[in-house]
């Protein structure tokens, strides 16, 4: 989520306001509805230690369930590649700002905004050290510092660390509203930039994997205590989830005192390097994302295993080896978040969130005799919006 949270600005950007909101609202709802979905189907054909990749076995067959893992794996190599970037970048802003420190003589600021953005639309190149360079050497230096974290096989420890999130997540609300509430409303015909409709894809895209947990939905309702209200506490998280994400966006991209197209998908590197509040976030999300990593990696380690012949210690050290070197090249020659969280999700949705709850829930109608034309016409809609969502991808301008 918090990943998202740093994206959300460049998304309602993209898609413009009023569509920004239709698209919150209505992926919320279609991603609330195939969750729900295959705790349905669960109800029926799984159990307590079920999950979808087991479900599609038992109503889809081997070759459901092997894709199941392979789009799983998808997702969690794209959640390792943002994270890598986040981390990258948060640490480098943090050694620069730490570092520059004994030159400010204590100024602070904390309504200083940039725009990399040039006149003709392209991203001015800023000059640093060799030695020191955000899309060089940097993701090389967060490889020495990550990857002992990923050899140990316990990555247990690492979830005393989980309430970081929730923390993060709040920090992140309120800067924004701060921030907000310090420019005001700067929503003008001068300011905003209006795209090609298609350019909304970009929004819906990120969405698909903003709102995606269904790979383990089964898993993390069933330690729900009381069985009987998931249907209401997974709405209820669904919806506290969709206001998050609409009260970030929004309340940044309408604030926003420069065009709105100077907008990041990362939103802190809108700020000016000494803006205090943007450091302090910086600090704690690179905290945080250090020790979120490793389970990432973990689970991405352990469904990489499944599917290939490796096995021992010698097999995940390889797997390891290979994640960081994606890592490490996307963070060198494709550091852009919002491009990888927008394919990623528009691909691995139209899998996880659109194509299997829809095609699980029509097999165990069928299973059961219940299968209708009407009961079935939700289901392919849903299908169909995903297809077009991870369609319209390739003709959004970048």
């Known amino acids: 989520m918090g990943s998202s949270l ?43 230690t079920c999950e979808v990749p087991a479900l599609c076995r038992t109503l889809l067959g081997r070759t459901a369930e092997t894709i199941a893992h392979g789009f799983s794996l998808l997702v969690l190599l794209g959640a390792n590649i943002v994270y890598w970037i986040l981390i990258t970048n948060f ?36 000059a640093g050290s060799p030695y020191w360079d955000l899309h060089s050497t940097v993701p090389v230096y967060v490889a020495c510092l990550v990857f002992p974290l990923l050899i140990s096989n316990n990555a247990s420890f690492f979830t005393n660390f989980n309430s970081l999130g929730t923390l993060s997540v709040l920090y992140l609300l309120i800067f924004v509203i701060f921030k907000g509430s310090v420019w005001g409303i700067n929503f003008n015909s001068t300011l905003v930039v209006t795209h090609a409709g298609k350019d909304a894809a ?24 009381r069985q009987e209200k998931n249907g209401r506490d997974l709405t209820i998280a669904f919806v506290l989830v969709t206001i998050t994400y609409t009260l970030v966006g929004t309340i940044f991209y309408i604030c926003f005192p420069l065009v709105k197209t100077c907008i990041e998908d990362n939103l802190l590197n809108n700020f000016e390097m000494h803006d205090v509040m943007t450091a ?11 020790t979120v990593y490793p389970l990432v990696a973990y ?31 996307f963070a060198c020659f ?45 289901h392919a809609a849903v299908l169909l919006l995903g297809v077009a969502n991870f369609a319209m991808q390739f003709f959004i301008d970048e």
């Open 202 to 225: 970009a929004l819906s895209g990120m969405l698909a994997l903003s709102f995606y947990i269904h790979n383990i939905i089964i898993t993390i309702m069933n330690n729900n205590d």
């Open 280 to 290: 302090v976030a910086r600090v704690l999300l690179l905290f945080q994302v250090i």
């Open 91 to 126: 640490l480098y802003f943090t050694v620069n700002y730490l570092m520059d420190l004994p030159t400010t003589y204590g100024t602070i600021y904390n309504t200083t905004l940039t725009c990399r953005t040039d006149l003709n639309g392209t991203v001015a190149d800023t």
């Open 334 to 378: 494709c550091p852009n978040i919002s491009t990888i969280i927008r394919y990623t999700g528009a691909l691995s949705g139209l899998v996880h969130v659109f194509a299997l709850p829809a095609l699980l829930q029509a097999r165990s109608l069928h299973v059961r005799g219940r299968l209708t034309a009407a009961r079935a016409a939700p």
């Open 6 to 48: 740093l994206t959300m600005a460049w998304g309602v950007e993209r898609a413009g306001l009023a569509a920004a909101l239709a698209l919150l609202a209505g992926m919320g709802a279609a991603c609330l509805f195939t969750a729900h979905t295959l705790l349905r189907v669960n109800k029926h054909h799984g159990g307590a």
């Open 299 to 329: 689970m991405l380690r352990s469904e990489a295993l499944l599917l290939l012949p490796l096995r021992g210690a010698g097999g995940a050290l390889l797997v390891n080896v290979c994640i960081v070197t994606v890592c490490v090249l």
